[in-house]
């Protein structure tokens, strides 16, 4: 317990200065109040929106109230409260203390709250990650096992050949190749879409149904470079479990072949592979920006390069909060999976 309470402390240290790097790097780019009412909005309504952003502020208390906003613990007004439409636990008089989910200011351009515009793209981005990852996975485990277990043959080079091609080849090429060959060359056989998300919506009705036809290009293309490094971990990793004492104390007891690979060896040979899964659905879950982008996949990655395109920061500052938080709660769990995984980690 106490590790992983050691572990949320230096998290936290850590989610701190990506919130003070975001707001240096995306601060006194543009003009706000320019880009929320376009170039016919006369000098009182830029002065009334720039009040109401903060921006007649010092840099100093910008970033205290950006802080406050962002943070679950905070201390507002009652009119904050209600005119930022803020959920939480709030105490006291005037000045209330709270705690509140993070508030991540609204979009430029959509007026928008940030959160509920990610909130409604993490479904898209999760599904794909979650996809991507569970192709990568099992296809990586049982190509590293085969080549591992049949090393020397054909079987071996070509696994090694495959996943170095993967991993050289970065993913919006092969987004790209795989776009154009399959969406559109191939498109009579395979009646795949060069683009589309994981919802449509029917012309008559309005109403949206999930389709998962679209899934499978963005998926494969986000899939092959983790596959490709997972494929190599597992390899080594099986190269040098095999060859332990124990392996061949199992084989001497008259285990079959299976249950020594399988059960005893590829147990103990999971720990980097973990390590690879973990890491790789963390960067996937973070934004696959351009995958997302190309396969018109409506996802965390397109909404940030979209709203990149139109310079609206509150989105992109929330999308890269976003990310961080996942990713370092990702690596958390990946930590505790360990011992689970392998007894011989001790959590202290």
């Known amino acids: 317990m106490f590790y992983i309470l050691k572990k949320i402390f230096y ?25 929320i009412v376009g170039q016919s909005g006369d000098k009182k309504t830029m002065d009334n929106i ?14 205290v109230l950006y802080l406050n906003d962002v943070s679950p613990i905070c201390l507002h007004t009652q009119a904050d409260i209600d005119k930022k439409e803020l959920k939480g636990f ?3 008089g005037e000045n209330k203390f709270g705690l509140k989910m993070p508030y991540l200011r609204r979009s430029y351009q959509t007026k928008k709250a940030v959160g509920q515009l ?33 090393r020397g043959t054909w ?49 008559v009705t ?21 596959l490709a490094i997972i494929t190599q971990l597992t390899r080594s990793a099986m190269l040098d479990v095999l060859n332990q004492d124990y392996i061949r104390t199992a084989y001497a007891k008259g285990l079959s072949k299976r249950t020594v690979i399988f059960k005893h060896a590829l147990r103990n040979a999971l720990n980097p ?40 920061y509150p989105v992109v500052m929330g999308s890269v909060l976003l990310s961080a938080c996942i990713f370092i709660a990702i690596n958390i769990v990946a930590d505790v999976l360990y011992g689970v995984v392998d007894p011989r980690v001790k959590m202290r």
């Open 11 to 35: 998290s936290l240290l850590v989610l701190l200065g990506v919130v003070l790097l975001v707001f240096i790097m995306f601060q006194g780019f543009g003009d706000p109040a320019r880009m």
């Open 155 to 203: 079987l071996d080079s070509s696994a090694v050949f495959a996943s170095i091609t993967g991993i050289s080849a970065p993913s919006f090429f092969m987004a790209i190749i795989i776009a154009y060959f399959f969406g559109v060359v191939l498109h009579d056989y395979t009646g795949l879409n060069l683009t589309g998300s994981w919802f449509e919506i029917d012309e």
């Open 50 to 63: 720039r009040k109401d952003l903060y921006l007649d502020q010092p840099k100093w208390k910008q970033l």
């Open 273 to 312: 592979v973990i390590t690879a899964i973990t890491g790789w659905f963390a960067e996937l879950l973070a934004g696959a920006f351009f995958v997302e982008y190309i396969f018109g996949w409506k996802g965390i990655g397109k909404i940030t390069v979209d709203a990149l395109e139109k310079l609206d």
């Open 90 to 92: 709030f105490i006291g």
């Open 118 to 150: 990610l909130m409604e793209a993490l479904p898209g981005t999760l599904l794909l990650a979650f996809a991507a990852m569970l192709f990568a996975t099992i296809i990586g485990v049982l190509l590293g096992v085969v080549a591992a277990v049949k």
């Open 206 to 226: 309005g109403e949206k149904y999930i389709t998962l036809k679209n899934l499978i290009l963005p998926a494969f293309t986000l899939g092959i470079r983790p």
